[in-house]
């Protein structure tokens, strides 16, 4: 007597392999690439803080400042009177950016379910490119310096930007099924990670010609990919005349397309999948976004994700910074050893997506990583001055933070935009990811600006206890999933012991 839930994982797998055609690799790099460039473009910004706040600040504590006059006229085109409020309008600038991000967001998630995915991908790529020329590019070659011009400009970019992620998941959500989602978005959401290192790359290898050219340069290769994506991208199986998901085997797909946290999961017999199997011919509408957000378990990952991103969104923002206020390295040097953080994430992402494939469970990986973050936090605080050291430990925690940061906005995003509840519909996908991300992105524009407060009055130790606490409170929202998710794999296991 086989156990029911092992036959359906052997045929979710099967399926995996027999329905993968090129299509499906062009998709898969298509989107990846897309979204890197799209967090590369960000990365630059984080990158070159250093550079921004000195241009920003008057040089007026030097040796020379008395025999430089008029004052007034030498200190013109500058912003702020001392790095420290330059800092600090640096973390205005990401908060900014973050709440637009975040309205964006739950536009974008609904906008994509209505309109061509491939549009709007391009559009906001190709578009985000040129705001972001004119914010670091052409700003500094006409030497024109505005907070207001510089706040407008981060805002616009924000609300372009948000068009990516739920864009790309959706996509990713239609040709992808959830047989080994976790593994295949756990690789796959690594385009964050991959993002940040082609632009921390690009940014260290421009910077010594100055900042405006690290801006140039990201802003150049999005916009081409951004064309790239508009002439390439099929964001649908039906686009070539294969079967939708679900479409062509009902049994298989159906299964996969069941949520992991769904309470039924150990107990189902196979005649309620060919009864649901049944209900493909109609035309899916494009759900409203309060039934999304009642939608099991969206709430509680999206609250979860909004207290992950704010730390996983401060590293991003902050750590290249924090190397070189810190322990006093070249900016060049702490925006390449950063990228061993992103190396933890997308290691991270990829083992515990595997992981979560084979217990047909997301919740408890999410835990136990989650709970090992918090004593790799507490180590990372208080890394020695020795860059190899710091790395290794940076590693860890990238592997612990951004593991499961990557799964909750790609594959539990998929999980839950593709339940029972709306019958497989694509068109809950883009939404559910909005509405997720969104959330996230809220607490990480806040997180943002409470950084640099509490780096300002309190020192950067107190910025890693708060990275504790918000950590805790991520496994705190999930957990009453955790704790089903658990009963439902003791039960299979009993069910497993009742067989043999």
Sequence with gaps: MAFPGSLRRQSANRGLVSHCTHHHIVVFLLTFFSYSLLHASRKTFSNVKVSISSQWTPFCLNSTAPELRPYELWNSSHLFPSAEEATLFLGTLDTIFLFSYAVGLFVSGIVGDRLNLRWVLSFGMCSSALVVFFFGTLTEWLHFYNKWFYCCLWVVNGLLQSTGWPCVVAVMGNWFGKAGRGFVFGLWSA???????LGAFLASCVLKYGYEYAFLVTASVQFAGGVIVFFGLLTSPKEVGLPELGADDGRVEEDANRPLMDDDDADDDDQNYSIQATDTDNQPKAIGFFQACCLPGVVLYSLAYACLKLVNYSFFFWLPFYLSNNFGWKEAEADQLSIWYDVGGIIGGTIQGLISDMLQKRAPVLAISLLFAVGSL????????????NAVIMAITGFFIGGPSNMISSAISADLGRQDLVKGSSEALATVTGIVDG???????????LVSLIQENLGWMWVFYFFILMTSSTVLFISPLIVKEIKLLLQERRLRMLAE
Excluded: D
């Design 191 to 197: 385009c964050a990670s991959v993002g940040n290192i």
């Design 439 to 449: 959330t996230g992105s809220i607490g990480a524009a806040v997180g943002q600006y």
């Design 378 to 389: 507490f180590g990372y605080s208080r890394s020695p001055n020795s860059k190899p050291v």
